[in-house]
Structures are given as C-alpha cells and as structure tokens.
Nanobody, 121 residues
Framework: EVQLVESGGGLVQPGGSLRLSCAAS????????MSWVRQAPGKGLEWVSG????????SYADSVKGRFTISRDNAKNTVYLQMNSLKPEDTAVYYC??????????????WGKGTLVTVSS
C-alpha cells in the first residue's frame, strides 16, 4: 500500500523558515518523481514544486521560486521542501504527491493527507 506522510508544518512568522518532510512507503521511491502541492484556505490546489526520480531535475511555481527548495533522499525514501522567506500568502495545507513515472508527466497518482503551514505574526 502506497503511503505518503507529511510532517514539519506549523506556525511561523513572516520571513521565517520551515522544512517539510514527506516519508514514502509501499513503492520503489527512487523510481518516481515527487511533488508538493498546496491549498490555501478557500482556494483551489496550487502545484508548488517537483523533482524527478533521481533528484537531478527540479521545478517551481513562480510564486515560490527563489524561496523554496525541493530535495529528496532516496536512501531514506523522503522528499523535502525547504521554505524560506515565508509570506502570509504561503499559508496553506501542503500535500506531498507521487507522479506515475520517473518524470513529472502523466499525472500524480497518490497524495498524502497534508500538513498545515500558517504564516502569521
């Protein structure tokens, strides 16, 4: 059974940092691309960032480029999202998602339950 479990969310002041983690199990983690997707209160889903299976290719939404960094540790079956210079508009539930193949194409097929990030003074 595929499981994706996010952690690391919480309350942080504007300008602060958080690192989210997503622990994966139930599949060969190193064979699949991974992404982070968020949903702000009352809004739709927004794709945030993605990384290919080997970690050599990453991409970001314009809204987070230069502030967020995605990475993965295939030995630990974990993907991370380092979030710096956080803004109130980054407040959202952050979901980890698995792509159906090694690259970010053909859709995401499994999602975690999410972790809440609140940016507020």
């Amino acid at each position: 059974e595929v499981q994706l479990v996010e952690s690391g969310g919480g309350l942080v002041q504007p300008g602060g940092s958080l690192r989210l983690s997503c622990a994966a199990s139930g599949f060969t983690f190193s064979s699949y691309a991974m992404s982070w997707v968020r949903q702000a209160p009352g809004k739709g889903l927004e794709w945030v960032s993605g990384i290919n299976s080997g970690g050599g290719s990453t991409s970001y939404a314009d809204s987070v480029k230069g502030r967020f960094t995605i990475s993965r540790d295939n030995a630990k079956n974990t993907v991370y999202l380092q979030m710096n210079s956080l803004k109130p508009e980054d407040t959202a539930v952050y979901y980890c998602a698995k792509w159906s193949i090694a690259t970010m194409s053909l859709g995401m097929d499994y999602w975690g339950k999410g972790t809440l990030v609140t940016v507020s003074s």
